[in-house]
């Protein structure tokens, strides 16, 4: 979006910023439906315990590539569409996918730079106090799991969390979704 006559620069600029942020919300949200539909697929009986997280993974990789319009609010809306979708305690999950998101952006600039599987101990970390927050609800609730079974989606997303962002980084790249903003 360049434009050479000075008297419509600024018209022309704010077209650019509109169509920057309709692309925006546009893949981002395909990208959220998508982890939404890959957190409500049917799975065998064996895979169900090893169900990765992928709408939280999503969530991460946006509040690090646009803190600037993914942020808490987001994460709080869909941690309560997860809570609809899989029938718990209303706020169970949007309580954990809110503390996620804000520590993501308190260390953004600095989860960065870092390497991806630096990215990935970090997220480790986030996803399992996630994890341990539900279990907590779930006890309180009279629902403790029957196994350490339970932290497994902590793993299995924190082994994904490479492949999810360099998946999403490319879907931003090639459809030159965000300028970075801070």
Not at 129 to 136: E, I, N
Request: one cysteine or more.
């Amino acid at each position: 979006c360049q434009n050479k006559h000075p008297q419509n620069r600024k018209k022309k600029n704010r077209h650019c910023a509109e169509v920057i942020v309709n692309k925006t919300l546009r893949i981002g949200l395909i990208t959220v439906i998508g982890a939404f539909m890959l957190a409500i697929m049917p799975l065998p009986d064996w895979a169900i315990a090893y169900r990765p997280d992928w709408v939280t993974l999503v969530l991460i990789y946006w509040a690090m590539a646009y803190p600037t319009r993914v942020g808490v609010t987001i994460a709080w809306f869909a941690g309560l569409l997860l809570d609809v979708s899989y029938g718990t305690l209303m706020g169970q999950h949007a309580v954990g996918m809110v503390f996620v998101i804000f520590v993501i952006h308190k260390q953004h600039q600095r989860l960065r730079v870092a390497s991806l599987m630096q990215q990935a101990v970090v997220i480790f970390f986030l996803l399992l106090f996630k994890q341990t927050l539900t279990l907590w609800v779930d006890g309180m609730l009279g629902r403790a799991p029957d196994s350490w079974l339970f932290f497994m989606p902590t793993i299995t997303s924190t082994l994904l969390w490479p492949w999810t962002y360099l998946i999403l980084r490319d879907l931003r790249r090639k459809f030159s979704v965000v300028k970075h903003q801070y």
